[in-house]
């Protein structure tokens, strides 16, 4: 079953920072560029930021707002992603969710969109 | 950056109806990466179509995608009970990959 799972949300104090992480099974986890995408209560998807695969070296891009504060980064041996957040706000507090986006399996490559979401982790940034 | 806009923001109809959602973006998608989402309350978002008008696996086909350069339709045939939900369009042809801010479709 292809799945993927997070972890890691919690409270945190405005200024502080937190890790998330994002458990992938089922599929070629190496060969799939890797999205975290976040909501807010009752607000609509933001993009937060992605990571390309190996080939593609690993190359990052993020949202303006997020931007010098959040990096995303991969372990391929462990089939994991993460989030790192630094300086958090309050207007960070959201349910964060990692996605699959495009990848290759041997020869053949698809780019989707986003076909594998998580169930979502809770970050609230408050004091 | 490409901006999104959705409209209507929400759309009441009856199930069996025919849901017509629009999706406009401020400048051409790239290779037409534009992808419809279905979110439900308390659920993660579920990808319906990408590249426009292609159905993800298991997705009914009542749903279809059509459009390209900067306009975008997502019809939805016959509403089924399991279909009032929120939509939202995406594209992921040029990095920020944006989301447009959302159709509600609710029961009438």
């Known amino acids: 079953e292809v799945q993927l799972v997070e972890s890691g949300g919690g409270l945190v104090q405005p200024g502080g920072s937190l890790k998330l992480s994002c458990a992938a099974s089922?599929?070629?986890?190496?060969?799939?560029?890797m999205h975290w995408v976040r909501q807010a209560s009752g607000k609509g998807l933001e993009w937060v930021g992605r990571?390309?695969?190996?080939?593609?070296?690993?190359?990052?891009g993020y949202a303006a707002s997020m931007q010098g504060r959040f990096t995303i980064s991969r372990d391929d041996s462990k089939n994991m992603a993460y989030l790192q957040m630094n300086s958090l706000k309050t207007e960070d507090t959201a349910v964060y969710y990692c996605?699959?986006?495009?990848?290759?399996?041997?020869?053949?490559?698809?780019?989707?969109?986003?076909?594998?979401w998580g169930q979502g982790t809770t970050v609230t940034v408050s004091s | 950056e490409i901006v999104l806009t959705q409209s209507p923001g929400t759309l009441s109809l009856s199930p069996g109806e025919r849901a017509t959602l629009s999706c406009r973006a401020s400048q051409s998608v790239s290779s037409n990466f534009l992808a419809w989402y279905q979110q439900k309350p308390g659920q993660a978002p579920r990808l319906l179509i990408y590249?426009?008008?292609s159905r993800a696996t298991g997705i009914p086909d009542r749903f279809s995608g059509s459009g390209s350069g900067t306009d975008f339709t997502l019809a939805i045939s016959r509403l089924a009970p399991e279909d009032f939900a929120v939509y939202y369009c995406q594209q992921y042809g040029s990095s920020p990959f944006t989301f447009g801010p959302g159709t509600k479709v609710d029961i009438k």
């Open positions: 089922g599929f070629t986890f190496s060969g799939s560029a």
């Open positions: 996605t699959r986006g495009a990848g290759c399996n041997g020869g053949s490559c698809h780019n989707y969109g986003m076909d594998v």
């Open positions: 590249g426009a008008s």
């Open positions: 990571i390309r695969s190996k080939v593609n070296n690993y190359a990052t």
